[in-house]
T-cell receptor
Framework: EAGVTQFPSHSVIEKGQTVTLRCDPI?????LYWYRRVMGKEIKFLLHFVKESKQDESGMPNNRFLAERTGGTYSTLKVQPAELEDSGVYFC???????????FGPGTRLTVT | AQSVTQPDIHITVSEGASLELRCNYS??????LFWYVQSPGQGLQLLLK??????LVQGIKGFEAEFKRSQSSFNLRKPSVHWSDAAEYFC????????????FGPGTSLSVIP
């Protein structure tokens, strides 16, 4: 069984540009989560999808961040325009349902220069 | 406020030595507690979790953790460290009502000397 995959593994962009991160959850997992770790600090929750619906997006830092999960399969996280403080590692996780273990992907390292 | 602290940013141990990684939490509700490990280039892997019951929890790779409610702690232990255990370890807390919004500690980086 394939795990959670994320693309790209590393992205370097300039301040003001747009970047789109992609997450493919484990097949059949309805729950999909985004987290990020900025500058070696704590890993922080961003948002949670159940199928294609946003269950909780209380962790999204501001309106420059837009997450989508069309069709309830893969998800994208777009940052537009990117700022220096957005640099960090963005993790995606999935689970088959509420109360189950979350399986994490390897993360996308975003560097904004 | 809900939080998780891991007092040790970095720990170095010799291969074969015992290991204890500390974790303290502040959480209003009855906590669910987790330890995750991230090896270089890998995603976060769940080592073990505590929901209820026996306060000594066994996990994968020979790790165990003990929940001490009076001390608000959930320390991770391993009796004999292997070189492959070098990684970053994260303590995390959630609850029955917010299981899906897990709060992570800052992480402890473990180096193992051959």
């Amino acid at each position: 069984e394939a795990g959670v995959t994320q693309f790209p593994s590393h992205s370097v962009i300039e301040k003001g540009q747009t970047v789109t991160l992609r997450c493919d959850p484990i097949s059949g997992h309805d729950n999909l989560y985004w987290y990020r770790r900025v500058m070696g600090k704590e890993i922080k929750f961003l948002l949670h999808f159940v199928k294609e619906s946003k269950q909780d997006e209380s962790g999204m830092p501001n309106n420059r961040f837009l997450a989508e999960r069309t069709g309830g399969t893969y998800s994208t996280l777009k940052v537009q325009p990117a700022e220096l403080e957005d640099s960090g590692v963005y993790f995606c996780a999935s689970s088959p349902g509420w109360g189950y273990e979350q399986y994490f992907g390897p993360g996308t390292r975003l560097t904004v220069t | 406020a809900q939080s998780v602290t891991q007092p040790d940013i970095h720990i170095t141990v010799s291969e074969g030595a015992s290991l204890e990684l500390r974790c303290n939490y502040s959480y209003g509700a009855t906590p669910y507690l987790f330890w995750y490990v991230q090896s270089p280039g890998q995603g976060l892997q769940l080592l073990l979790k505590y929901f209820s019951g026996d306060t000594l929890v066994q996990g994968i790779k020979g790790f165990e953790a003990e929940f001490k409610r009076s001390q608000s702690s959930f320390n991770l232990r391993k009796p004999s460290v292997h070189w492959s255990d070098a990684a970053e370890y994260f303590c995390a807390v959630g609850s029955k009502t917010s299981y899906d919004k897990v709060i992570f500690g800052p992480g402890t980086s473990l180096s193992v000397i051959p």
